[in-house]
């Protein structure tokens, strides 16, 4: 929808591609569906969520065995992310990489976005 023809909407690290690759055979789904929600103290949060079936309208991403189905309102927005998978001493979960991320709060939990009309204006130039 919001796509660049010939380059994914995402990206996978092999770490992130392994952990959800793990998921989906140990609770048998289709793949995980990411967006993103009004909330947090920046404004939005991403969502991450088990899907059991593929919308026609989500924008499918598979690599290294992994899949991710992105959600249509969240696309514009999650456009060039990175997804990653770390683990440290304290803590382990997916990290985004998002380009399109003006601010987020200080516990890295919730962001907030380009305008629309900045996003779809550097879509359309990179489309050229």
């Known amino acids: 929808m919001f796509g660049i ?6 990206s ?3 770490a992130a591609a392994a952990q959800i690759a793990k998921l989906m055979a140990r609770d048998d ?13 920046a404004g939005m949060e991403y969502t991450m969520d088990y899907v059991t079936e593929i919308d ?3 924008e499918v991403v598979e690599q290294g065995g992994a899949r991710i189905m992105i959600a249509p309102m969240a ?10 998978y ?3 001493l304290l803590e382990s979960g997916f990290k985004f990489r998002n380009p399109n991320v003006t601010d987020a709060c200080g516990c890295g939990e919730s962001i907030k976005f380009k305008d629309v009309e900045e996003l ?9």
């Open 5 to 10: 023809p010939g380059k994914q909407a995402v």
């Open 12 to 14: 996978i690290t092999p």
């Open 29 to 41: 789904t289709q793949g995980l569906r990411i967006g993103v929600k009004k909330g947090g103290c």
């Open 56 to 58: 026609p309208n989500d």
């Open 75 to 84: 696309q514009m927005f999650l456009f060039g992310t990175e997804i990653d």
């Open 86 to 88: 770390e683990t440290s």
């Open 120 to 128: 779809e204006a550097e879509q359309a130039a990179a489309r050229q």
